[in-house]
């Protein structure tokens, strides 16, 4: 079975710009989260799906939003980008509303320039 | 505000030692509590899941202790391998995972 896979995997986008990151969860899994890693610490949430509605966000700035598809992929939209948005950011999901076991992506590796 | 802090930040042995690694935090109101292995610039891979009701849980060489009520877990490796070398990651959940910064591991052969 696949895991989660997440596109693409890396990217380079000019300060200012829109960036768009995907995830695909784990088939029969309901719930999507997002999650920022910067180097050297720890992911910091960002949202959480479940069923298609929004069920959590972290502290971010509205420039960041997500939505999850029928299917129940997702993406992750931040808009205006600056340079301390370069990180890693990664998808997580699980089979409940987030009680279970979390499995997460390779994550998508962001360069902002 | 859930805070969770892992000693050491960085740990060097031997092979063959066996590996203790702490995290504790702030808030003992946790539905479970999520052990993970992340290898340089990739994503992070599950290793152990303790519900808040348990007290351990086992995988091969892996055990992971849960005491909910002081705000600690503790990782254990036995046997360490150089293929363990890796930064090791625990997470708690309420409504959201809330890591710590990770305890970056280096097994000497």
């Known amino acids: 079975d696949a895991g989660v896979t997440q596109s693409p995997t890396h990217l380079i986008k000019t300060r200012g710009q829109h960036v768009t990151l995907r995830c695909s969860p784990i088939?029969?899994?309901?719930?999507v989260s997002w999650y920022q890693q910067v180097l050297g610490q720890g992911p910091q949430f960002i949202f959480q799906y479940y069923e298609k509605e929004e069920r959590g966000r972290g502290n971010f700035p509205d420039r960041f939003s997500a939505r999850q598809f029928p299917n129940y992929s997702s993406e992750l939209n931040v808009n205006a980008l600056l340079l301390g948005d370069s990180a890693l950011y990664l998808c997580?999901?699980?089979w409940g509303s987030g009680r279970t076991e979390a499995f997460f992506g390779q994550g998508t590796r962001l360069t902002v320039v | 505000k859930q805070e969770v802090t892992q000693i050491p930040a960085a740990l060097s042995v031997p092979e063959g030692e066996n590996l203790v690694l702490n995290c504790s935090f702030t808030?003992?109101?946790?539905?479970?509590l999520q052990w993970f292995r992340q290898d340089p610039g990739k994503g992070l891979t599950s290793l152990l899941l303790i519900q808040s009701s348990q007290r351990e849980q086992t995988s091969g060489r892996l055990n992971a202790s849960l005491d909910k009520s002081s705000g600690r877990s503790t990782l254990y490796i036995a046997a360490s391998q150089p293929g363990d070398s890796a930064t090791y990651l625990c997470a708690v959940f309420d409504y959201k995972l809330s890591f710590g910064a990770g305890t970056t591991v280096t097994v000497r052969a």
């Open positions: 088939s029969g899994h309901k719930s």
């Open positions: 808030d003992s109101a946790i539905y479970n």
């Open positions: 997580a999901s699980s």
